[in-house]
């Protein structure tokens, strides 16, 4: 079946979202799980920690599946059905270590989704890979909106076991619908073989100067945006008292603002240049993390969400185009690029949650000035690096 270039962007935003929803979602159960199994923040941010290491695993594989496996449609659905029984054993574990084991497998299969969709969207529209990357996204954002709003409201009413039980079915509902789609996705038009030529050719361009500069971009970018999102329930349900419904909501709206910028960002990037877009969303984003301890001071609330929403919003708007830039900067392989990229957010990136959990056991307010720290120093490296892609793409 022949499928248009924009074709897949619906179905595989839809996919993004189901596959998403569940993981966007944890952030908001775990208050819910620290007062069931008595957890601490630290406790609280190395669950979530082992939660996004579990993704890291799944990315490079998957990415490696990607330029090589023909029919990539039934590997598309069956992650589908990874993430919902994945889950769905998590919320029978009896204890804090069985379940960050359950979490991170679901989340491999989770992670194993994104590099697989991405390398299709960017090979059907290498023109505009970041605008491609941007409309993928907005799916795994709109689950970072609805999920947590959703969860709230169900942790009113049951516990977290329940609550998971409710959330995993939107996830397996994509996987019935994605028995038909699968027909749409385009299979490999040439396979490629991983040989040694291959992995030779990666290792001599992620270890050369430029390349280790933008393995610590996508690493601190992420980090600083990790830091941010995983204190940020605990913070307004534990420090200022919302109750999980509110707690929900407000963290749904603050993520809002990046599944409508994602897209443009992106677009902007492919037509403006990344570094310009990339430099103006970290800017802004720290300056907002930043002015958190000092609104703290005032007792200043609403203004407290509002930049939290500001700063994670921006945040989330240009992760397509750092994506795309990684793609770029290969030239080649880009299931395998996106599948590392990926690797580096989830794992390294991870970090900022157990890091983030450390500084708010000393002082809440410390988890958003680590948040601008990190910020600052992915804006430096966007200076001591160049993002333009390589003049001539080498056919690997």
């Known amino acids: 079946m022949k499928t248009s270039r924009r074709s897949l962007y619906f179905p595989f935003s839809l996919g993004h979202f189901a596959n998403d929803f569940v993981p966007c979602s944890v952030v908001v159960l775990t208050p819910a799980i620290a007062l069931e199994m008595g957890l601490n923040p630290m406790e609280v941010g190395l669950l979530l920690t082992l939660h996004s290491l579990g993704s890291a695993l799944g990315y490079l594989p998957a990415g490696l599946l990607a330029d090589s496996f023909r029919n990539r449609g039934n590997l598309l659905m069956l992650t589908f059905w990874w993430v919902g029984l994945g889950y769905l054993l998590a919320s029978w574990a009896p204890d804090f270590w069985s379940l960050a084991l359950l979490f991170a497998l679901a989340g491999c299969g989770d992670a194993a989704w994104h590099p697989l969709a991405t390398a299709i969207l960017v090979q059907s529209d290498p023109q505009n890979r970041g605008q491609a990357l941007g409309f993928h996204a907005i799916g795994g954002t709109l689950s970072a909106v609805i999920g947590p709003v959703i969860v709230g409201f169900l942790l009113a009413s049951m516990d977290w076991r329940e609550t998971l039980h409710w959330i995993i079915l939107p996830t397996l509902l994509v996987g019935v619908i994605f028995l038909h789609i699968r027909k749409w996705v385009p299979e490999q038009p040439k ?203 080498h056919a690997v």
Not at 279 to 295: E, K, N, Q, S, Y
Request: proline share 1%; net charge positive; glycine share 10%.
């Open 191 to 393: 396979r490629k073989t991983f040989s040694k030529e291959n992995f030779q050719h990666l290792w001599k361009s992620w270890t050369k100067k430029r390349g280790l500069l933008i393995i610590c971009l996508i690493s601190s970018y992420h980090m600083s945006l990790v830091a941010l999102m995983s204190m940020i329930p605990l913070y307004l349900r534990e420090f200022h008292g919302l109750s999980s419904t509110m707690t929900g909501f407000a963290f749904g709206m603050m993520v809002l603002f990046g599944a409508f910028m994602q897209p443009l960002m992106g677009r902007l990037s492919d037509r403006a240049g990344r570094r310009r877009v990339i430099v103006f969303g970290i800017a802004i984003a720290a300056v907002c993390t930043f002015m958190i301890p000092v609104l703290e001071n005032f007792g200043m609330l609403l203004m407290i969400i509002v930049f939290l929403l500001v700063g994670v919003g921006l945040l989330e708007g240009i992760r397509s185009s750092i994506l795309a830039a990684a793609v770029e900067f290969t030239g080649s392989r880009e299931g395998t690029t996106l599948g590392f990229a990926f690797t580096l957010m989830d794992g390294l990136g991870a970090f900022g949650a157990l890091l983030a959990g450390w500084a708010a056991g000393i002082q809440f307010s410390h988890a958003f000035l680590l948040a601008g720290i990190l910020s600052t120093f992915s804006l430096i490296l966007c200076f001591c690096v160049s993002l333009r892609s390589a003049s001539v793409a």
